[in-house]
C-alpha cells in the first residue's frame, strides 16, 4: 500500500480516449516529471493542484519527445478513488500510445497495479465497503438496465447501510451481556427479555428476507429462462424467431426439425431473458431427436417461465396438463398456453377446463406477427410481479447470501439461548459468531481469500 501503482484504465484496442491511472504517494512526482503544459518546454510542470483539468504534452524521460497531447487531473487523497494521491491521464487511445506513457511512468517508479487493485486499495483505505467494491464490478458486467439500476444503488451503499444497522444492533445486545461477564458485581444479573428475544428475531426475519430478495433476483443477472415448449410443428421455432425478431431457428414443415435445443439471449423491457426451443415432445425412434427431447424435459425443469404452444383443431390431453401442474407446482414457475395459428381456420381453438382458468393464455400467429407484442407484454408482466422490483432496493449477491445464511444460522442458536437461560459466554460467542457472519458481507470481518477472490476477478485499471 505504501508503493505507488499504475495501469491504462480503458479497454486494449483504438478508439477516442483511453485513461491511465497513477495511485499512490509518487504520483504527484511521477506525473510533474513527465507532463508540460507548453510543447517546447519538457522540463515537467510541478505547480499541480488537485481536482483541475490541465491541457499539455506527455514527454519521454530520456530524450524528453513528445508522446502525446493529454489531458490531466491530479486528484489528492482522500479525495480520490482509491483514497491516496490519484493521477489520471487522459491521452489518444491506441495501444502503442498508451503502453509508452505507461512505460513512462513504470519507468519514474510505478508498479504495474494487480487486477481491481485499485478498487482493492479504496476498501482498505475505507473509502468503500466490499459491497460497494463488488458493485463495481456489477456495474461493469451488467447485462440489463435493471441490474445496472440495482448494482448502482449498492453502489451508493444501500445493502452495506442495511447491514450495518443489522451488526450495529447485534453489537449493543453484546455489549450488554459482556459488561455482565466482565463487572458481575456492579450490573443487575442479566435475565433475557421480550425485548431481546424481538431483536434477534427482527434481525433473523431481515437476513431471510435478504435471502429470499437474492433468490427472487439472482435471474435478473443471469436472465431469466424461458423455455418453448409443444407438439413438433405447433410453430415453436417460429415462435422463437418472432421474440427474437431474427431467424435464428430453423423453420420447416418437416416435424422433428430442431433436435438440439437453441438458446439466444433477449432483452424485454430492460429485463435479460434467454429463450429457449426445445424438440417437440413426442414419441420418436430417431436416436438424435431421443437426446433432443430429453434434453427438452431438462429446459422445462430448468426453466422460469414455460411457453406450452397449441394450435387449433387440438385439445389439451391429461398428460399435458399433469405436466402443467406439475411445473406450475414447482416453486415460483410460470406457464403460459400460448394458441399458435390463429390465422389457420382449422378446427376449434383449443380450450382449457375449468381447473386451468387461471393460467394465462394468449393466442398468436407466429407466421403473421400476431399478438407477438402482447407475449411480450405477459411475458414482463409476470416476471415483473415475481420480482416485486418496486419493494427490494438492494439484491445480495451469491457471497453475501451464504453469510446471511451463516449469520441465520448463529441467530437461531442465539435464540435457542435466550429461551433456554443459557450461560452468558456461549450467548456472547453466538452473538459474536453472528456479528462476524454479517462482517464477512460487508468487509469488516472477511479473510484475505474473500478479498483476494472479489479483486482477481476484476480487470487491470478497475
Ligand atoms: P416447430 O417444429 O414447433 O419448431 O415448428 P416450426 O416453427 O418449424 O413451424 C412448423 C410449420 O408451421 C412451418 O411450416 C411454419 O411456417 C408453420 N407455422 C408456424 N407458425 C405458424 C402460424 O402462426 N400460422 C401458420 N399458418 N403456420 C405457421
Do not use: W
Amino acid at each position: 500500500m505504501d508503493d505507488t501503482i499504475a495501469a491504462i484504465a480503458t479497454p486494449f484496442g483504438s478508439g477516442g480516449i483511453g485513461v491511465i491511472r497513477i495511485s499512490g504517494p509518487k504520483a504527484f512526482d511521477i506525473a510533474s516529471t513527465l507532463f508540460s503544459r507548453r510543447k517546447n518546454r519538457s522540463e515537467g510542470f510541478t505547480g499541480l493542484e488537485s481536482h483541475r483539468v490541465y491541457d499539455g504534452y506527455i514527454f519521454d524521460s530520456k530524450n524528453r519527445d513528445i508522446r502525446d497531447e493529454v489531458l490531466l487531473i491530479p486528484m489528492k487523497g482522500p479525495c480520490s478513488y482509491t483514497a491516496e494521491d490519484v493521477v489520471e491521464i487522459q491521452a489518444h487511445a491506441g495501444p502503442i500510445v498508451l503502453r509508452t506513457i505507461l512505460d513512462e511512468i513504470l519507468t519514474q517508479g510505478a508498479r504495474l497495479s494487480e487486477p481491481g487493485e485499485f478498487t482493492k486499495r479504496a476498501f482498505l483505505n475505507q473509502r468503500i465497503d466490499l459491497t460497494q467494491a463488488e458493485a463495481v464490478a456489477d456495474i461493469i458486467n451488467a447485462k440489463s438496465v435493471s441490474a445496472l439500476k440495482f448494482a448502482a444503488s449498492q453502489n451508493l451503499g444501500a445493502l452495506k447501510r442495511q447491514i450495518q444497522e443489522l451488526r450495529e444492533k447485534l453489537i449493543q445486545f453484546l455489549a450488554l451481556i459482556e459488561v455482565n461477564i466482565d463487572f458481575p458485581d456492579d450490573v443487575e444479573p442479566f435475565e433475557p427479555s421480550q425485548t431481546e428475544i424481538e431483536l434477534v428475531d427482527d434481525v433473523l426475519e431481515k437476513c431471510r428476507e435478504f435471502i429470499r430478495q437474492h433468490e427472487d433476483a439472482c435471474f435478473l443477472k443471469e436472465g431469466i429462462r424461458i423455455t418453448i415448449c409443444g407438439a413438433p410443428n405447433v410453430g415453436k421455432s417460429s415462435l422463437m424467431n418472432r421474440l427474437l425478431e431474427q431467424d435464428r431457428s430453423i423453420v420447416t414443415a418437416i416435424p422433428g426439425t430442431t433436435r438440439d435445443p437453441i438458446e439466444e439471449g433477449l432483452n424485454i423491457e430492460g429485463i435479460p431473458f434467454v429463450i429457449i426451443d426445445t424438440a417437440g415432445i413426442h414419441q420418436t425412434d430417431d436416436l438424435v431427436e431421443i437426446i433432443g427431447i430429453e434434453k427438452a424435459k431438462d429446459h422445462i425443469t430448468a426453466a422460469d417461465l414455460v411457453l406450452f404452444l397449441k394450435e387449433p383443431g387440438t385439445h389439451f390431453t391429461d398428460r399435458e396438463f399433469e405436466k402443467v401442474v406439475s411445473v406450475e407446482n414447482q416453486l415460483g414457475k410460470k406457464v403460459i398456453f400460448v394458441i399458435n395459428k390463429i390465422d389457420l381456420n382449422e378446427g376449434n381453438l383449443p380450450e382449457l377446463s375449468e381447473k386451468y382458468q387461471h393460467i394465462p393464455k394468449i393466442e398468436i400467429s407466429a407466421l403473421l406477427n400476431k399478438g407477438i407484442i402482447e407475449l411480450k407484454q405477459k411475458i414482463v408482466n409476470i416476471c415483473i410481479a415475481r420480482l416485486d422490483m418496486g419493494k427490494s432496493s438492494v439484491i445480495p449477491n451469491l457471497r453475501h447470501k451464504k453469510a446471511l445464511e451463516q449469520a441465520v444460522e448463529n441467530l437461531m442458536f442465539v435464540k435457542t439461548g435466550l429461551k433456554q437461560s443459557q450461560e452468558e459466554e456461549i450467548l456472547a460467542i453466538d452473538i459474536k459468531n453472528s456479528i462476524d457472519s454479517l462482517g464477512t458481507i460487508t468487509g469488516e470481518t472477511a479473510s484475505l481469500d474473500i478479498l483476494d477472490s472479489i479483486f482477481n476477478n476484476f480487470c487491470i485499471g478497475k
